[in-house]
């Protein structure tokens, strides 16, 4: 049926990414080439899925393992062709050009906030086919590599539903009143068991749906909508910053995978790589705000250098970190007295702010 307008909607971020399975593809398809409104919400979803995979020849772009190009032209689509429907089906181009081909698509437009998340998305999709035939290998926590994706899946799922994403995903019963960080550990280990239950290309099919829809709300777009604070996890944050955090969870977690894969995960661009650390040096100083100062340097090309602590004393010490070893520091992937650094002054002063660091790590 072409009129079934709502519920339509409820799929197009599976769409985007050709992970709709057959009977849902057939209800879709029609309703494109009949509904304006939807067809160029459709259109929003893919350009930010060619955006991920870095499409410019016009076709649709991968979202899971640059093969997704095939979900409109009737090819398989890479790692989603194992998840239910696989690729679309060859009709699909012929119904769709319809809605869709009165002009070349264009690339979404990511605002630069959006674009670590966005980097960090496809790279973990670029590791997806790495991990076939592997996806029970433990990776980190007691997480194999297919519950690793879908914690990332409950992750990110708590931005999408402040953004107005329908995430689809099953509902928690959580008693009322349960602390904040025992609710999110039942969340993500109730989404981790349902994603079980599923075939590692569904999870990783959700997951880009989710982060394709994400990536297409207008805060993604937009500075202005994208500082207005929300909570996400115990956190009151401009949703700006919380791209930023969601950007530094994939990258952190793909890295988890590379590893136990053994294969090496380079590090986030220069540019965002230092939006991840400007934005973890924000969140250290408000932790460290009664303790002795210590001048703080990361270094790299800019070398840029941060009083954190009681700033009415002395600065105690000076402690250079690099940005990478940083940033794994709040991650939980480096201990305080593991992680490479220089120090000058007093220790005690620069060992608290490492060990500060290392409590911040939520990942």
Do not use: K
Not at 7 to 15: I, K, N, S, Y
Not at 38 to 47: T, Y
Not at 223 to 230: D, H, I, T
Not at 332 to 354: F, N, Q
Request: aromatic share 4%; glycine share 10%; with cysteine.
């Amino acid at each position: 049926m072409t009129n079934d307008h709502d519920g339509v909607r409820e799929l197009l971020a599976a769409w985007a990414v050709g992970a709709l399975p057959p009977g849902d593809l057939r209800r879709v398809t029609p309703h494109l080439a009949a509904c304006p409104s939807c067809a160029r919400e459709a259109e929003r979803l893919r350009d930010t899925v060619r955006l991920l995979d870095g499409a410019e020849d016009g076709r649709p772009g991968g979202a899971v393992n640059g093969h997704l190009d095939g979900a409109a032209d009737g090819r398989p689509g890479g790692a989603v062709a194992g998840g239910p429907g696989g690729g679309v089906d060859a009709g699909a181009d012929g119904v769709l050009s319809l809605a869709l081909r009165s002009r070349r698509p264009r690339a979404a437009e990511i605002a630069h906030h959006a674009a670590p998340y966005a980097a960090a998305v496809a790279g973990l999709q670029a590791l997806v086919p790495e991990v076939e035939g592997r996806w029970g290998i433990p990776v980190v926590h007691d997480w194999d590599a297919h519950a690793t994706v879908a914690h990332l899946l409950a992750a990110d799922e708590h931005l999408a539903v402040c953004l107005g994403v329908d995430t689809g995903l099953p509902v928690s019963h959580i008693p009322a009143g349960i602390p904040a960080g025992d609710a999110w550990a039942r969340r993500t280990a109730d989404v981790i068991a349902h994603e079980h239950r599923r075939t590692p290309a569904q999870t990783v099919a959700t997951w880009a749906a989710q982060a394709a829809a994400l990536l297409a709300t207008p805060e993604a777009a937009d500075p202005e909508l994208a500082s207005r604070p929300v909570t996400v996890l115990g956190l009151r944050l401009p949703v700006a910053d919380h791209f930023v955090i969601r950007a530094f969870e994939a990258w952190i977690h793909t890295d988890d995978i590379g590893r136990a894969l053994g294969i090496p995960v380079p590090p986030p661009p220069d540019e965002h790589l230092w939006s991840l650390v400007r934005l973890a040096v924000r969140i250290l100083g408000l932790a460290l705000h009664d303790a002795p100062p210590v001048l703080f340097e990361v270094t790299g090309p800019t070398d840029t250098s941060w009083i954190l602590g009681d700033d009415s004393d002395p600065v105690h010490a000076e402690l250079r970190l690099d940005p990478v070893d940083f940033c794994l520091l709040v991650g939980g992937r480096y201990a305080p007295e593991e992680v490479p650094r220089g120090i000058t002054g007093d220790e005690d002063a620069a060992r608290t702010v490492l060990e500060r660091a290392a409590s911040l790590a939520w990942l």
